[in-house]
């Protein structure tokens, strides 16, 4: 019932012109936040300690602004989920360093494009499946109804969507080494057991192994990628270089140009970051809760 419902509103949102979610969103913010207290306190501890340099009202419009983002992500999943596909992707004015994406898919090598909660993360997951052979890894959620209904609508580009499970692991690897392209959100906290700390905004976050690990086992090749939300309900998709040392054999120094590269991909507009996130939650044994 409570899937059927989901799905029911969401049709109704997709009812929405373009631009209508950035709009509603952009005024809607400040509810948002009154209502979200915990995520408005996240956010407001995360630019506290990742921008120290900024002024309080900096500080505020930037949280003030990562929620109508943050709304905007929720409204738009309408478009996302029903709308035609070749009516969302041409929704997208453009990509930055698409030569890096094409060369890296015909290499034969693989590639990973890792995909930090940035801007319209969920638009970027069905604009690339205009590629061929790409896969997205996914958390499988804990309702099995709402898995199904998840992978009907994400998949039907005919992207491959991979589990983040020991069995969706294995697929993953296979489908790497057969030379092809998958994305993979490097900033979830991962696991207990599952991450390594590593440094972050000069802050120690936990940080997911599955990517150094992925890069040292199949020498695949790396991208930062990110789908910029622009007004007007147009969107912007980047392809940047990953650091070099992700190809490290040491771990911390893979880990740590995991983290550089998320930083190098929040510069492009700060706000758009999920800021709302608990990216800091498991600290450093002896180290006080960092939310309080």
């Known amino acids: 019932m409570i899937v059927l419902l989901a799905k029911s509103v969401l049709w109704l949102l997709s009812l929405m012109p373009a631009g209508m979610p950035y709009w509603l969103a952009q005024?809607?913010?400040?509810?948002?936040?009154?209502?979200?207290?915990?995520?408005?306190?996240?956010?407001?501890?995360?630019l506290q300690r990742c921008y120290p340099d900024l002024s309080d009202e900096e500080r505020a419009k930037m949280v003030r602004d990562s929620f109508h983002h943050y709304l905007c992500s929720i409204l738009e999943t309408g478009h996302n989920w029903y709308w035609p596909l070749e009516r969302l992707q041409a929704q997208c004015d453009g990509i930055v360093g698409e030569e890096l994406f094409r060369d890296g898919l015909a290499s034969g090598r693989g590639l990973v494009a890792l995909a930090p909660h940035f801007g319209a993360w969920e638009y970027?997951?069905?604009?690339?499946?205009?590629?061929p052979d790409i896969a997205i890894v996914y958390k499988p959620p804990?309702?099995?109804?709402?898995?199904?209904?998840?992978?009907?609508?994400?998949?039907?580009?005919?992207?491959?969507?991979?589990?983040?499970?020991?069995?969706?692991?294995?697929?993953?690897?296979?489908?790497?080494?057969?030379?092809?392209?998958?994305g993979i959100l490097p900033d979830q906290q991962p696991s207990s057991g599952q991450g390594k700390f590593a440094p972050f905004f000069g802050l120690q976050a936990l940080t997911g192994v599955l990517a150094p690990r992925l890069v040292q086992r199949t020498n695949c090749i790396v991208l930062l990628t990110v789908c910029e939300r622009l007004p007007g309900g147009r969107y912007r998709?980047?392809?940047?270089?990953?650091?070099?040392?992700?190809?490290?054999?040491?771990?911390?120094?893979?880990?740590?140009?995991?983290?550089h590269g998320v930083e190098r991909c929040i510069a492009i507009a700060p706000a758009q970051y999920l800021w709302s996130y608990k990216r800091f939650k498991d600290r450093p044994e002896g180290e006080p809760p960092f939310y309080g």
């Open 27 to 46: 005024r809607g913010a400040g509810l948002w936040m009154y209502l979200s207290a915990t995520k408005r306190h996240t956010a407001e501890c995360n």
């Open 124 to 131: 970027l997951g069905v604009y690339l499946q205009q590629f």
């Open 142 to 182: 804990a309702n099995p109804k709402l898995e199904k209904a998840l992978l009907e609508r994400r998949r039907r580009g005919g992207a491959t969507l991979i589990p983040a499970t020991p069995a969706g692991l294995r697929q993953l690897y296979a489908h790497i080494r057969a030379g092809k392209g998958v």
């Open 237 to 259: 998709v980047h392809f940047m270089p990953a650091d070099e040392e992700i190809h490290s054999s040491d771990l911390l120094t893979a880990l740590t140009a995991v983290n």
